[in-house]
């Protein structure tokens, strides 16, 4: 009989071992969240993205009649240092730029107070129209973290469940306006692009894309700069 109780109050601190281990993953989960969310966060701090572009090649192919244009692209984070630069080749040169801004009021994240009256800034797609034959490439895939926000040195789930629900919110209107996304703008301006100027690209605080252009220092003409 006296090996009731002792099995009794061995059940009894098990049940009580797990439901402390329980709590305290419970509660190392959302420290380990918030801590992702401040990052995250810190790196919404700025009301504007930039990045510039150049053009680094023009051919021409005879067999189908048309002028090819390369253009680099390098964006800067919050700290205004490039990102890595990309590379798009067109058949043409009237190129536009497509953004992405979301704003957010009361969004329906757990833990995610912090993100009130933040706004995300994000350049998208880069496109050239023509037709059957338009142009496009993604600077930012769909359901990716985008450059420039990528917390560095960090591999938590819940930063990517972050900005897989700042796409859904961006992509479909009804969820942002549940989820408590003021609004998600989208501009796409373009330019004729040609050799010998440096163009800036302005994610504006308002959410306006403008794109700058100005002629490269006389110096840099005809030059090739090592990398």
């Known amino acids: 009989m006296k090996a009731l109780p002792t099995i009794k109050y061995g059940l009894i601190i098990i049940i009580l071992g797990t439901a402390g281990l329980v709590s305290y993953n419970f509660y190392h989960k959302i420290v380990k969240e918030n801590e992702v969310l401040k990052q995250v966060v810190e790196r919404l701090e700025a009301d504007s993205r930039v990045a510039e572009v150049l053009v680094t090649g023009v051919r021409y192919d005879e067999e189908k009649n048309k002028t090819f244009t390369t253009i680099k692209f390098v964006e800067y984070d919050r700290n205004n240092q490039p990102l890595k630069p990309k590379y798009f080749t067109f058949s043409g ?14 969004i329906n994240i757990r833990n995610a107070k912090q993100l009130k009256d933040k706004s995300a800034f994000l350049f998208w797609k880069v496109f050239m129209l023509d037709g059957k034959n338009t142009q496009e490439f993604e600077i930012n895939a769909v359901n990716s973290i985008p450059s420039g926000y990528k917390v560095e040195g960090m591999n938590h789930p819940y930063e990517k469940e972050l900005w897989e629900k700042f796409w859904t919110y961006a992509m479909d209107p009804e969820q942002a306006k549940k989820g408590g996304i003021k609004n998600a703008q989208v501009e796409a301006p373009g330019v004729m692009f040609t050799p010998g100027i440096l163009y800036t690209v302005h994610i504006e605080h308002d959410g306006g894309l403008r794109i700058d252009a100005r002629p490269l220092p006389a110096i840099l003409k005809g030059e090739r700069i090592p990398e």
């Open 93 to 106: 040169n009237i190129i536009q730029f497509q953004s992405l801004v979301i704003r957010f009021e009361d």
